[in-house]
């Protein structure tokens, strides 16, 4: 049996170890109330009794995964800067360029239906940006090295 003082001042009990747990449970005693358990001298919080203290333990802390960097884009921006660097010397950019477009798409999508489990936008959107610049470059120097050929300018100026 438990005596405790009130918010107001007054005391009240003896009151059951059950009754007292109602009270914590409802809000009408925390664990700053003071209590003094029968046969025991002072009075201390309610907090102190090993009987109580479950009731006023924090909660369990939920400790959430830190947000992962999305691989795709992550790949996509890798596939990016290899096209624009290969795509002055050889092959256009090809195939680095398209897969940096592909990967770089996908991942920019996951990275917004993941609802900020998953970081990696500004990769994304490098790598889209990388891919698509090294894509239009090798069209361009496509057409010029095509137009500036001196068989093909030959076969174009020829008369039928």
């Known amino acids: ?23 914590i449970a409802e809000g009408r005693a925390s664990g700053q109330t003071l ?20 009731a006023f333990a924090p909660p369990p802390l939920v400790v959430s995964a830190p947000p992962k960097t999305n691989s795709l884009a992550l790949w996509g921006f890798i596939f990016g800067v290899i096209s ?11 195939p680095f360029n398209l897969l940096g477009i592909i990967f770089s798409t996908i ?11 998953e970081t990696g936008t500004a990769l994304a ?6 891919s698509l610049l090294s894509f239009v470059l090798g069209v361009v120097l496509m057409v010029l090295g095509f137009a500036l050929h001196p068989h093909h300018a030959h076969w174009q100026f020829r008369r039928w």
């Open 125 to 130: 959107v490098a790598g889209l940006v990388l």
């Open 107 to 117: 991942g920019w999508t996951q990275i917004r239906a993941s609802r900020g489990r």
């Open 84 to 94: 624009v660097t290969c795509g002055c010397c050889c092959c256009y950019g090809f």
């Open 1 to 23: 049996m438990y005596r405790i003082v009130g918010a107001d001042g007054g005391h009240y009990g003896p009151v059951s170890a059950e009754a007292l747990r109602r009270w």
């Open 35 to 54: 209590a003094q358990a029968e046969g025991t001298p002072g009075w201390r919080p309610l907090a102190s009794f090993p009987e109580f203290a479950h």
